[in-house]
């Protein structure tokens, strides 16, 4: 998504929590193609970080003119079935339902609020969301997860009539586009067979909807875009 906005002309601030080379990485990345590019740390279930992260782009780059939300919590619920006691039997964990809302929807809320007047200046600005397809049909055993990208999208289309006229604000539901690490093959093949287009997306894909959100989607606001290769479309 960084790059892709790069190409569109940004300069771009990247935020990370601790993939801070590969955000570096990034950035040397984007002055590469002649922009400018920073990056900011901040922990985004830390409340306190969200008015610092925002301070220090706006900071950076001068003013800002689109946000995006992309950073996310997925982790699944605790095993109903574990035995651990620190497990409830019904496989709810307060502190792992926190944790999930707060990255998830509660910091994307709030950042957007510390962004606005800055987004509101001259033409006006964009915020992009990345939701998930999974925010209408929960998954068995990710229902932090799930429900927090429903409380997403709810934010997205609240903050759409709120803001506007001089901010849009829509999001992005990926179905596939990058998986798991601990997914094998299997698990993998048994996924992208119930995708209509019978393939995986790529993290390329979603950036350049966020790129053609950002750029061209002028008359686009207050909605959530599926981008999954059909998956939504089944049962």
Avoid at 38 to 67: M, P, Y
Wanted: net charge negative.
């Amino acid at each position: 998504i960084a790059t892709q906005l790069a190409e569109a002309g940004c300069d771009v601030a990247i935020h990370y929590r601790a993939s801070e080379t590969e955000a570096l990485e990034v950035a040397e990345e984007i002055k590469g193609m002649g922009r400018r590019a920073f990056v900011v740390f901040g922990d985004l279930d830390c409340e306190g970080d969200w008015q610092r992260i925002i301070d220090a782009a706006v900071s950076d780059l001068g003013g800002l003119d689109v946000l995006v939300n992309s950073a996310s919590v997925f982790s699944p619920d605790p095993d109903r079935h574990c035995n651990q006691n620190s497990v409830p039997a019904d496989g709810f964990d307060d502190s792992r339902w926190a944790t999930t809302y707060r990255v998830n929807a509660l910091a994307p809320a709030t950042l957007s609020r510390y962004a606005r007047p800055h987004l509101e200046k001259g033409d006006g600005g964009v915020i992009i969301n990345l939701s998930d397809i999974s925010a209408s049909k929960p998954w068995r055993g990710y229902l932090a997860y799930c429900s927090s990208k429903a409380a997403l999208n709810a934010i997205t289309v609240g903050c759409a009539k709120a803001f506007g006229p001089k901010i849009r604000v829509n999001a992005v539901a990926p179905g596939i586009a990058v998986f798991p690490d601990d997914y094998d093959s299997t698990l993998r093949k048994k996924l992208v067979d119930r995708v209509p287009l019978l393939r995986e997306g790529t993290p390329g894909e979603v950036a350049k909807l966020v790129r053609f959100l950002c750029e061209d989607g002028d008359y686009i606001t207050g909605q959530v875009i599926a981008i999954d290769g059909g998956r939504s479309l089944v049962s």
